[in-house]
């Protein structure tokens, strides 16, 4: 759904790629839980994939990719570890050919000291090699270099890194950042790694699946996300060894998981790029078919991001006027990046995350990235703190192609605060924090009694049909698609 382009873009994108040389597939997806298979595999299901230059070290980038969404903090006593029969991938393709030049490759191995109990642990864990820490788990990184797709050497990083345990709660764990911070490894060449539990750093209200905010704009301002945790892999990585050259500095990056079967072959289950995509613009056909692909394979799909079917569910519903397709617009960027900040010159056409290494990281991020003028944000690649749900919403009911709107879902920041150092995610919520899950469900509750933020601008510009008399007008007031128009500075351009 997030997909970009400017003015010019949207003129020149096709008429330089003609249509048959495009046919995109539709993007991966912030997919907790977003096709019919990987719904059922939760320890392979990729969430998120973001990718930043590290703002403490702005020679390096720093890649985060989540898996095995909706963790419950309390959720013992086998808890949420990593798959031991899976394959954790991060891809790097450094010359825009859609094909990968590096792949980062994690695979993890289960360690239980004492099988005669049912404990996560025995006792009070002060470290990750504490005797009390009854299971854990280690893992290796791979390094794999290609060329043109294919592998032609295989280095291992390291061996047998502790992951970061499960928060299991507060007595079991009381200093739970010492073992984070423990969790943090130093790795040959210059990087860093880091893997193991994390709070869920995307923030967004996910009801858009009840007839989008319940028919009636009712449930909104609710992080679906608050109080769950996420499987982190993080990766810090000096951006020259990613980036072809100084002159070409666009990388593209993804992830992915893979099982080995029976037979002991591997198969990839679930794939992540672009975020929202696979959630809200594939449809249910298409999805499982798109979590074993390849970027290079991108062409099957071109009628679900130049026909969206969003813009048409939001215009039957509330009556605000879908773009006029093809979306350009859409394709564009979605396929290529953005001309003169992260799009390479000749590249192939594939989705993919796209960060151009040499945008330094800004002092003060702003949540709308590259929309609001901040070039170091999403879609140039994707920083935590950017709000993509409010992004693609604006985009994708034309904001770039002249219908200028304010739509959000009301949720504009983490419920936690994210770090400054790395892996920069949130430390997870710990099990001994019972009002995680239910006060994620209360808050849209609370919202509509009084508890919602104030409202500033003007709704002129939109229509919304009548529910029923007064009490409508109130939802619709409070509501939160949030079709405000909340005051802020001039759109800048997208490189100004």
């Given at each position: 759904?997030?997909?970009?382009?400017?003015?010019?873009?949207?003129?020149?994108?096709?008429?330089?790629?003609?249509?048959?040389?495009?046919?995109?597939?539709?993007?991966a997806a912030s997919s907790h839980r977003e096709a019919p298979l990987i719904s059922g595999l939760?320890?392979?299901?990729?969430?998120?994939?973001?990718?930043?230059?590290?703002?403490?070290?702005?020679?390096?980038?720093?890649?985060?990719?989540?898996?095995?969404?909706?963790?419950?903090?309390?959720?013992?006593?086998?808890?949420?570890?990593?798959?031991?029969?899976?394959?954790?991938?991060?891809h790097?393709?450094?010359?825009?050919?859609?094909?990968?030049?590096?792949?980062?490759?994690?695979?993890?191995?289960?360690?239980?000291?004492?099988?005669?109990?049912?404990?996560?642990?025995?006792?009070?864990?002060?470290?990750?090699?504490?005797?009390?820490?009854?299971?854990?788990?280690?893992?290796?990184?791979?390094?794999?270099?290609?060329?043109?797709?294919?592998?032609?050497?295989?280095?291992?990083?390291?061996?047998?890194?502790?992951?970061?345990?499960?928060?299991v709660g507060k007595a079991s764990m009381p200093d739970y950042q010492k073992l984070r911070d423990q969790a943090v490894h130093e790795v040959a060449g210059g990087l860093k790694a880091f893997a193991g539990q994390a709070d869920d750093p995307f923030f967004l209200d996910l009801r858009v699946f009840d007839l989008l905010y319940g028919g009636d704009l009712s449930e909104v301002g609710n992080d679906s996300l608050r109080g769950y945790n996420v499987n982190s892999i993080a990766l810090q990585v000096?951006?020259?060894?990613?980036?072809e050259s100084e002159k070409q500095p666009v990388i593209g990056i993804y992830s992915t998981t893979e099982r080995r079967g029976a037979s002991?072959?591997?198969?990839?289950?679930?794939?992540?790029?672009?975020?929202?995509?696979?959630e809200v613009v594939n449809p249910v056909k298409d999805k499982d078919k798109f979590n074993a692909s390849s970027p290079v394979d991108d062409g099957d799909f071109l009628k679900n991001v130049t026909e969206p079917e969003l813009p048409k569910l939001i215009e039957a519903l509330y009556e605000i006027e879908a773009p006029a397709e093809p979306r350009q617009d859409l394709v564009s960027v979605f396929l290529t990046g953005v001309e003169g900040l992260n799009q390479p010159a000749g590249g192939t056409p594939s989705e993919m995350l796209r960060?151009?290494?040499?945008?330094?990281?800004?002092?003060?991020?702003?949540?709308?990235?590259?929309?609001?003028?901040?070039?170091?944000?999403f879609p140039n690649g994707r920083r935590l703190t950017d709000d993509v749900l409010d992004i693609a919403l604006q985009v994708v009911e034309g904001e770039l192609v002249g219908s200028q709107n304010d739509l959000g879902d009301a949720v504009d920041t983490n419920d936690k605060e994210f770090g400054h150092t790395f892996p920069y995610v949130a430390l997870p919520a710990s099990g001994s924090d019972t009002r995680a899950a239910a006060d994620a469900q209360s808050k849209s509750a609370t919202a509509l009694d009084g508890g919602a933020p104030g409202l500033s601008g003007s709704w002129s510009q939109y229509t919304v049909p009548a529910v029923s008399g007064a009490g409508a007008v109130l939802l619709v007031v409070l509501g939160g698609l949030w079709l405000r128009a909340r005051r802020r500075p001039a759109r800048r351009s997208w490189l100004g």
């Open positions: 759904m997030a997909l970009f382009t400017c003015g010019a873009l949207a003129a020149a994108g096709l008429s330089a790629v003609g249509a048959a040389a495009l046919e995109p597939r539709t993007a939760p320890q392979l299901d990729n969430t998120d994939v973001y990718a930043f230059v590290s703002p403490d070290h702005p020679d390096t980038t720093t890649i985060v990719a989540n898996w095995l969404p909706f963790q419950e903090p309390a959720g013992g006593p086998n808890f949420f570890p990593f798959a031991s029969d899976a394959r954790y991938t991060i790097v393709d450094s010359d825009a050919d859609a094909r990968d030049d590096l792949l980062y490759r994690f695979t993890f191995t289960d360690h239980r000291k004492n099988e005669h109990t049912f404990l996560h642990n025995t006792g009070v864990v002060e470290s990750l090699d504490d005797p009390d820490l009854n299971f854990t788990q280690t893992y290796d990184i791979e390094l794999v270099r290609l060329k043109h797709g294919k592998a032609v050497s295989s280095h291992r990083l390291a061996r047998n890194l502790p992951t970061a345990p499960a928060n000096p951006s020259v060894f990613l980036r002991g072959h591997w198969t990839q289950v679930s794939r992540l790029g672009m975020p929202l995509v696979n960060l151009n290494t040499s945008v330094k990281p800004v002092a003060e991020p702003k949540r709308l990235g590259v929309l609001d003028g901040d070039n170091a944000g």
